[in-house]
């Protein structure tokens, strides 16, 4: 069922109830333990499961992103990803719900059939869809073209951790907190998330000291640290990003605790041959727990998670701790939907991709 308002309001009774939110997730999401695994304890935070229109962790972050589009009274939204994006592809949706325009600048990517069901979806769902090749053109197509042409527009960044974004991962650690409270399951000594743009990992490690929580948050890597000369997914990103939020919510009324943010945990080791990369030890980690317990992970972000988690599990020096995987891939069914959208309605150059010699 959708809330009327974020959970964390409950806890943070000085909070501005007009803080920017709308509500577009079905929450709380379940925990459930895992039977794939030894000695360690193992529970998964199921955020597939956070809208039955599309699921994953995206949908936390748009509640108070396109929350703040909305309060700012803006009608259309720009967004960038590369072909797939997952990101944009829950834009997408979401937008179209809400009534928002919405435009998605786009990159190359490998075009495996997940990716070319995404970029059918986002076009089926009536956003306008610009092509740059590269992740250069595709960044400065956002900052320089679209902003002088669209200043009206509401920018989300690939990915969509802005402060805002970040806001629907601190709401999250409260749920968490709820659910350790409510006996569902013991506080994990680590909760464990993959690590693309850092919105997720800089609300839980914000979230989870804010709700009082002794576990440590650990992100898993997934994109390189940095593009080139210039910084990407690094610890310092995540850091900033958490700052900015708890700034929010204290400009926001709430009376915060002074809490020690710090560069996150990063676990560098299973990146493998790059983003988006398959890699053998993800491949591994999908077939054990779609094996046990039938929960599908993707090659890019999820299985490369599970894999570090399964490492941990797998330590012998402390059998006993608890640890939580927070699962963030969509697991609605979009298969039929995508069905019903003709290839050949793409504009160019994205057509070509479904053009068959
Ligand atoms: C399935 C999935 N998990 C995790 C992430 C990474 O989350 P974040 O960008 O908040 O670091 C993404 C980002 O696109 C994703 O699609």
New binding site residues.
């Given amino acids: 069922m959708l809330a009327k308002t974020p959970l964390f309001h409950r806890f943070l009774p000085e909070l501005d109830p007009r803080l920017a939110w709308v509500a577009l997730a079905e929450l709380p999401t379940p925990v459930q333990r895992v039977r794939c695994v030894g000695d360690a304890q193992l529970w998964i935070k199921r955020d597939d499961k956070t809208s039955s229109e599309y699921g994953?962790?995206?949908t936390r972050?748009l509640e108070f992103s396109l929350g703040e589009a909305l309060q700012q009274k803006r009608t259309h939204v720009v967004t960038l990803?590369a072909l797939g994006?997952?990101?944009g592809l829950a834009t997408s949706i979401f937008a179209k719900k809400l009534g928002l325009a919405c435009s998605i600048i786009l990159f190359d990517q490998p075009p495996s059939p997940h990716v070319l069901q995404n970029l059918l979806l986002m076009h089926g769902n009536g956003a306008e869809l610009i092509y740059c090749r590269t992740l250069l053109k595709a960044v400065i197509h956002y900052f320089a073209l679209q902003r002088l042409r669209r200043s009206s527009s509401y920018f989300l960044f690939g990915?969509?951790?802005n402060a805002s974004?970040t806001l629907g991962?601190v709401n999250a650690a409260f749920e968490l907190k709820q659910q350790i409270d409510e006996g569902q399951l013991p506080a994990p000594d680590q909760i464990f998330?993959?690590?693309?743009?850092?919105?997720?990992?800089?609300?839980l490690a914000l979230g989870v000291q804010l709700a009082g929580l002794r576990s440590r948050v650990v992100?898993v890597r997934?994109a390189p640290a940095q593009w080139g000369p210039i910084p990407l997914?690094t610890p310092r990103h995540v850091l900033s990003l958490a700052n900015k939020a708890y700034q929010l919510l204290v400009r926001s009324g709430a009376r915060l605790p002074d809490v020690p943010l710090e560069p996150p945990t990063v676990i560098d080791d299973f990146l493998g041959a790059g983003y988006g990369h398959p890699s053998a030890a993800g491949r591994e980690a999908a077939d054990i727990l779609r094996e046990s317990d039938g929960i599908e992970l993707?090659e890019?972000?999820?299985a490369k998670?599970f894999a570090a988690v399964l490492a941990a599990a797998r330590e012998r020096s402390q059998p006993d701790r608890v640890l939580l995987y927070w699962h963030?891939?969509?697991s609605v069914d979009l298969e039929s939907r995508a069905r019903q959208i003709d290839p050949l309605s793409l504009p160019r150059p994205f057509d070509r991709f479904f053009r068959h010699p």
Wanted: charged share 10%.
């Fill in positions: 994953g962790n995206k972050k990803g994006t997952h990101h990915g969509g951790s974004g991962y998330c993959a690590f693309g743009s850092g919105g997720t990992l800089a609300g992100g997934i997914a993707d890019t972000y999820t998670t963030t891939l969509n």
